[in-house]
């Protein structure tokens, strides 16, 4: 075994560790409390620490350890959901995190600090409800989970809109979290649901209807990308053209192999194995950051100020930063 490689399997043996603790921040990591170390402020960093959520379309970062320079090692950093991971690269805590655009958009909107650099991850969502509902406009007088600020919810408003519901008014809109979705749908706590996978798969195994694609919408799939703080972007470019070159190459293998791809998950997680393969083929992987996606992206900010998420939508320049993706 090289040097190169050891040094990768032990950031690897260190991102398992950290998941089977079910760490949630940085407290678990090697050093027992968090480094504020930046890269920003160390241009001759050689680690990446990149955050992340236990999801399968969140997967690709425990794979870039394959791709980067000899020399390189990641620590991949599990988190609980998006705000954490912005406060993580706020903090200096992790340079890197693949999280929710909304969550990116509402930084811009107030003090800024971090910017979407590449993509991640489209789709992984789903609009669920119960048997005995067939159509949209069925929902009316209804209890529907959702978290709020969340793509899902920008998008059921907007569903909800198209078939004639005011989402304020005529349903009931339950905060409920991702993985409480479809057990509380199964239950009949509520009547629907707006969330993300594997909650999805595991309602459609459970004999839950897909009443509309949560898709068409003007926001389309976007869900998950690629974020840094603006210090670590103007502090160490060389070291973001190096993340996203190895996030580039994972999210283009798994897409090519998607047995590869859930042999990875069941590996790092535990899922149902036929929940898993009903949600891989409801999520997309991309790297890029193309001319759609970013009209995508200004469609969520104007939804976000719709439903009062945010007072007024940021420039589409405060939120994202394409440089290193063309």
Known sequence: MNRNMVRKTVAVAATVMLAVAGTMTLAGC????????SAAD??????????????????AAYEWSKY?????????????????????????????????????I?????????????????????????????????????????????????????????AGLNPDSDVQMINIGYSEMSEAL???????????EMGVSLAKLAGANEID??????????????????????????LVKIAIAAHKKSTEA??????????????????DSDALDKALDNMWLHWDLNDEYQKQCEELAKQMVDIGSIQTAPESSAYLDDQFVK
């Open 30 to 37: 090697s050093t027992g409390e968090p480094d504020h170390s």
């Open 213 to 238: 694609s949560i898709y068409n919408t003007q926001i389309g799939k976007v869900n998950i990308a690629l974020a840094a703080s603006d210090k670590v972007i103007s502090g160490n470019p060389d």
């Open 186 to 196: 199964a239950r009949g706590d509520i009547d629907a649901f707006a969330g993300a």
């Open 106 to 162: 509402s930084q811009a909107s107030q003090d800024g600090g971090i910017k979407v650099i590449a993509g991640g991850a489209d789709g992984g969502s789903g609009l669920m409800v119960s048997s005995s509902i067939t159509t949209v406009d069925q929902l009316k007088g209804k209890k529907i989970g959702y978290v709020p600020n969340s793509s899902q919810e920008m998008a059921l408003r907007l569903l909800l809109k198209s």
């Open 42 to 59: 160390n241009p001759d960093s050689t680690t990446i620490r990149v955050a992340t959520q236990r999801q399968p379309h969140l997967f």
């Open 68 to 104: 980067v320079p000899e020399g390189y090692s990641v620590e991949v950093v599990p988190m609980a959901n998006s705000n954490d991971e912005k406060d993580a690269l706020l903090s200096g805590d992790v340079d890197f995190a693949l999280m929710g655009v909304p969550t990116v």
């Open 254 to 271: 798994l897409s090519a192999d998607k047995a590869a791809w859930k042999d990875g998950v069941m590996k790092q997680f535990t899922f």
